[in-house]
């Protein structure tokens, strides 16, 4: 299947810094994709969705300028968790579906863990 | 938005066939049926994949009765390693049209030795 590789698979930061995290398709374009965020013992939770070249749409209750999504290419997303606080300590999951793959599966990452201190 | 209902947990032994449920009497008519396996601390990965009847692969069966408001994953001789939670996912479309994927609880599979 396809490969969506996560950079990095940890983080550790302290209370008020921003940190990014990458979210790659390795071999396929990914048209759209999708972060998501779990909490210790949860289900994953949608957070947003973001369209190659377009703004991302944001579930309810997740904060836009907090959470900031750019899918600047075909391979590449990257979300930003800006002045990031200890209840923003969780486990990040990206997700990738695109127009060449044969079916609707989506392809995931491996999560990254982010510990804010 | 379709939603799924799972169970929460099931025990199982090693060796034994393990069935999974999952209720989604709101299916669309565009909708697949997705079913994702997710071990700790790692992202969730693709199991298996239909639309209606059944489906098979090399680790698993999906039956999909005729009115597609369930579905059942089928797991053949399970080993300690299958321990994990299972999601079914409701959602999707032909190429070119990407629905989200919204997760419900999951089961949690404890395969004992």
């Known amino acids: 299947g396809a490969v969506v590789s996560q950079h990095p698979s940890r983080v550790i930061c302290k209370s008020g810094t921003s940190v990014k995290i990458e979210c790659r398709s390795l071999?396929?374009?990914?048209?759209?994709m999708f972060w998501y965020r779990q909490f210790p013992k949860q289900s994953l939770m949608l957070m947003a969705t973001s369209n190659e070249g377009s703004k991302a749409t944001y579930e309810q209750g997740v904060e836009k300028d907090k959470f900031l999504i750019n899918h600047a290419s075909l391979t590449l997303s990257t979300l930003t968790v800006t002045s990031a606080h200890p209840e923003d300590s969780s486990f990040y999951i990206c997700?990738?579906?695109?127009?060449?793959?044969?079916?609707?599966?989506?392809?995931f990452g491996q999560g990254t863990r982010l510990t804010v201190v | 938005l379709a939603k799924t209902t799972q169970p929460i947990s099931m025990d199982s032994y090693e060796g034994q066939e393990v069935n999974i449920t999952c209720s989604h009497n709101?299916?669309?008519?565009?909708?697949?049926i997705t079913w994702y396996q997710q071990f700790p601390s790692q992202g969730p990965r693709f199991i298996i994949q239909g639309y209606k009847t059944k489906v098979t692969n090399e680790v698993a069966s999906l039956f999909i009765p005729a009115d597609r408001k369930s579905s059942t994953l089928s797991l053949p001789r399970v080993s300690l390693s299958d321990t994990a939670v299972y999601y079914c996912l409701v959602g999707g479309a032909p190429r070119g049209n990407f629905n989200k994927f919204y997760f419900g609880s999951g089961t949690k599979l404890n395969v004992k030795p």
């Open positions: 071999d396929f374009q990914a048209t759209t």
């Open positions: 709101n299916i669309a008519t565009n909708d697949y």
């Open positions: 997700s990738a579906r695109g127009r060449d793959v044969m079916n609707t599966e989506a392809f």
